[in-house]
């Protein structure tokens, strides 16, 4: 299944920096390795933010709730996540389950 999920990050501006370093580290590897394995399919910064707007393609709101929960980022996060349905004036719809 397909989700839409826009991610927020407020980190605590007293956060120490080596905890902060250590956090976008551990984050920026787990993101990668979603990425390889298919499961997140498309990240895009929102400009002027700390923020993206991403894509991910898992096996159900379970998978999804997990995959996020895991992210090292998750407790300094607001999540919203939307699962789109198929347009039928897409080209593409005829070639992808969604």
Not at 6 to 32: F, S, T, W
Not at 51 to 65: G, M, P, Q, R
Request: glycine share 4%.
């Amino acid at each position: 299944m397909l989700f839409a999920v826009h991610m927020r990050v407020a980190l605590p501006r007293d956060l120490a920096r080596g905890i902060r370093d250590d956090l976008v580290a551990r984050e920026k590897a787990y993101c990668q390795e979603l990425q390889k394995s298919g499961r997140w399919v498309h990240i895009r910064r929102c400009v002027g933010q700390y923020s993206n707007i991403s894509v991910f393609d898992v096996a159900d709101n379970e998978a999804l709730h997990q995959l996020l929960w895991d992210l090292p980022l998750f407790p300094y996060m607001t999540i919203e996540v939307t699962p789109p349905a198929r347009r039928p004036s897409d080209l593409a719809a005829g070639e992808r389950t969604v």
